[in-house]
């Protein structure tokens, strides 16, 4: 079974500054999808960025950014410029590619975001 | 922008008492899923469904539980006989096709406390 880690329950970053939130995974897989995703107070869950495991480029999505790193099943969101609004919960989560059903997301249990002023 | 829509935002129930949530996948969907997070902890895969039949589920989704689309527009969840450890956020979910990697796009979930 796959299970994604996320080994910072909080990070804490000023406003304007960079901030990176780590996230790992186990699978024996060999191609599968990552994404992370973003719950504000809200609770919505609202998709920030994915990554194919099959592309070496790293995902890029304005002032979020990933690294990738297959071999060590390491994939850590970056986010430049900190905004108030990105205080938020941010997940982790996994997808193997299917042969015929629709597999789930597995989620890590999330690193809670907080943006200092 | 489509998105998925939820109902109701919150819900409180008797233990023991019938549940049906309610969500409208976006139109040109064709996967549809239910998620579950218990406060404070991660957000967990129940099941999901294609062509009118369930593909998934997971160890959660237990005879308690079943899906349904009714029509053209709606998918439920039924939880025929609550119990307090069923308080929840529930989260509808849709996709494209399945290819795994087709986002997944939330709704804002229901709020399930039972009581």
């Known amino acids: 079974a796959q299970t994604v880690t996320q080994s910072q329950p909080e990070m804490s970053v000023q406003e304007a500054e960079t901030v990176t939130l780590s996230c790992t995974y186990d699978?024996?897989?060999?191609?599968?999808?990552l994404f992370w995703y973003k719950q504000p107070p809200s609770r919505q869950m609202i998709l920030v960025i994915r990554q194919e495991a099959y592309k070496q480029q790293n995902a890029t999505e304005n002032r979020f950014s990933v690294n990738f790193q297959k071999a060590a099943k390491s994939f850590s969101l970056k986010i430049s410029d900190s905004q108030l609004g990105d205080a938020a919960m941010y997940f982790c989560?996994?997808?193997?590619?299917?042969?015929?059903?629709?597999?789930?997301?597995?989620f890590g249990k999330g690193t809670h975001l907080i943006i200092q002023p | 922008e489509p998105e998925v829509t939820q109902t109701p935002s919150h819900q409180v129930t008797q233990m023991g008492q019938e549940v049906i949530l309610r969500c409208v996948p976006i139109?040109?969907?064709?996967?549809f899923y239910w998620y579950r997070q218990i406060l404070g902890q991660k957000v967990e895969f129940l099941v999901s469904f294609y062509n009118n039949e369930i593909s998934e589920k997971s160890e959660i989704f237990d005879d308690q539980f079943s899906v349904e689309r009714p029509d053209g527009s709606n998918f439920t969840l039924k939880i025929r006989s609550t119990k307090l450890e069923d308080s929840a956020m529930y989260f509808c979910a849709s996709s494209v096709r399945d290819r795994s990697g087709n986002t997944i796009y939330f709704g804002e979930g229901s709020w399930l406390t039972v009581v």
């Open positions: 139109s040109n969907h064709l996967y």
């Open positions: 699978t024996s897989e060999s191609d599968y999808y």
């Open positions: 989560a996994y997808r193997r590619i299917s042969g015929g059903g629709a597999d789930g997301l597995t």
